[in-house]
């Protein structure tokens, strides 16, 4: 069993930033690929950013390619999300997910391929 718990969120202003942290236990986190959803009223769960267990290579859909940014400290168990420049489209319940499978990263992109979620915290970004 993986316990996964995001910490972070809030209200923030278009344009501002917010940084969402998410600590993963009960397995060697090193070994876990960690990835980053959201999910807005009404709309399917999509993802967000992904970093592998391995190398640290990191993925990103296209709308958040250049303003968010994924990075992990393994020694701390913590995966982070760095969010600049959000928008009002950004507004979502986020949630943190923890995979135990190794794919090519491109495929972390699906919720199938994560085993562990956290419960998700709340962003809102008001413009």
């Known amino acids: 069993q993986v316990q996964v718990v995001e910490i972070g969120g809030g209200l923030v202003q278009a344009g501002g930033s917010l940084r969402l942290s998410c600590a993963a236990s009960?397995?060697?986190?090193?070994?876990?690929?960690m990835g980053w959803f959201r999910q807005a009223p009404g709309k399917e769960r999509e993802f967000v950013a992904a970093?592998?267990?391995?190398?640290?290579?990191?993925y990103y859909r296209d709308s958040v390619k250049g303003r968010f940014t994924i990075s992990r400290d393994n020694a701390k168990n913590m995966v982070y999300l760095q969010m600049n420049s959000l928008k009002p489209e950004d507004t979502a319940v986020y949630y943190c997910?923890?995979?135990?499978?190794?794919?090519?990263?491109?495929?972390?992109?699906?919720?199938?391929?994560?085993?562990?979620w956290g419960q998700g915290t709340q962003v809102t970004v008001s413009s």
């Open positions: 997910a923890a995979a135990t499978r190794i794919y090519h990263i491109s495929r972390y992109y699906s919720t199938e391929k994560y085993d562990y």
């Open positions: 009960g397995r060697t986190f090193s070994s876990l690929t």
């Open positions: 970093i592998i267990c391995l190398g640290g290579n990191t």
